[in-house]
């Protein structure tokens, strides 16, 4: 059974930086795409950046240039680097992945760790 645990949540203030980390495990083979998604509370869940297994990448136009995403196809790991971060990041952030699983691809999610930007 898959299983996705993140970590590297807390507080921060302003213009500050967090590392969110997210460790896969129980797969038999890689991940087509991994990623992170955040909620704020009354906000739907919101894509914030990807990466496929080739290292295509994609994000959210309000972290680009702030957030880098990364990916480790042999530890089936994935992180996130936030930059310059702002009071308006603050939300649950998941690790997601998907893989094929019977000719579709299906999604995986972790348990959601709190980023908050507050003074």
């Known amino acids: 059974q898959v299983q996705l645990v993140e970590s590297g949540g807390g507080l921060v203030q302003p213009g500050g930086s967090l590392r969110l980390s997210c460790a896969a495990s129980g797969s038999i083979g890689g991940f087509y795409r991994m990623g992170w998604y955040r909620q704020a509370p009354g906000q739907q869940r919101e894509l914030v950046a990807t990466v496929t297994d080739g290292g295509t990448t994609n994000y959210a136009d309000s972290v680009k240039g702030r957030f880098t995403i990364s990916r480790d196809n042999a530890k089936n790991t994935v992180a996130l680097q936030m930059n310059s971060l702002k009071p308006e990041d603050t939300a649950v952030y998941y690790c997601?992945?998907?893989?094929?699983?019977?000719?579709?691809?299906?999604?995986?999610w972790g348990q959601g760790t709190q980023v908050t930007v507050s003074s």
């Open positions: 997601n992945a998907m893989k094929w699983v019977g000719g579709a691809l299906r999604d995986y």
